[in-house]
């Protein structure tokens, strides 16, 4: 189902209920996009602003929240840091990957990847994102052909490839990205923050119960 056709025809609704017919106008679109950098932004946190303070704050937070974390220099080296997590935890080189991925030398590290969108039996998937907070350490995630959201969200462990140069200050800074370079948010946009928790039974804390474990690559030269 196309919910982004299902999206378009509920706007397309409300905008005859306002007596404004077709697509926003080039006019329409400015005045909104006027009003947007000119409303005033609320409290925030003084937060972190170089590359390495970014990774630091990010890295703190994330694993504050029980993510893993590792860098590496290059991107070519994820795919070998890939491999010893998962040995590390004695979990099978199996993967499915997000078709950017395709480039990167798994074959030399061992592991055994399907570009493709996950399915019932996957217990690993292996990602990016379109940015990541330094705020909460949370992993930002635009649904598309070749990001699928299920990749992230399907598998018992979740390791996504970070950019450090994809580390923006705050959540409000990651959409301000998604307005410069998207323009229109995608069908579904995905925060992570860490493996999901539940206290239901005893008010133990238990950890991946309803989605997968989270395991960073932060790219320092990426």
Not at 70 to 91: F, H, V
Not at 104 to 116: K, T, W, Y
Request: glycine share 6%.
């Amino acid at each position: 189902m196309d919910t982004s056709a299902v999206r378009r025809n509920i706007l397309a609704r409300i905008r005859s209920a306002q007596g404004r017919q077709g697509a926003p106008t080039d006019a329409e679109r400015a005045a909104a996009d006027e009003y947007v950098a000119r409303h005033p932004a609320g409290p925030r946190l003084s937060l972190p602003s170089t590359r390495d303070e970014l990774i630091a704050r990010f890295r703190l937070e994330a694993e504050r929240l029980s993510t893993t974390v590792a860098e590496i220099d290059s991107l070519d080296a994820a795919p070998t840091e890939a491999a010893r997590y998962l040995q590390s935890l004695g979990l099978a080189l199996d993967v499915v990957a997000w078709p950017a991925h395709s480039g990167l030398p798994f074959d030399q590290a061992g592991i055994r990847v399907s570009f493709r969108k996950p399915e019932d039996a996957d217990l690993v998937g292996i990602t990016s994102c379109f940015c990541a907070t330094a705020e909460t350490g949370s992993l930002v995630l635009l649904s598309g052909a070749d990001t699928l959201a299920s990749g992230a969200l399907l598998p018992q462990t979740h390791l996504a490839i970070v950019p450090a140069s994809r580390i923006v200050a705050a959540h409000e800074d990651a959409f301000a990205l998604m307005r410069a370079e998207r323009g229109e948010l995608p069908r579904a946009v995905n925060f992570v923050s860490g493996p999901s928790r539940t206290g239901d039974i005893e008010q133990t804390i238990v950890l991946g119960t309803h989605g997968p474990y989270v395991h960073v690559i932060v790219v320092r030269n990426a």
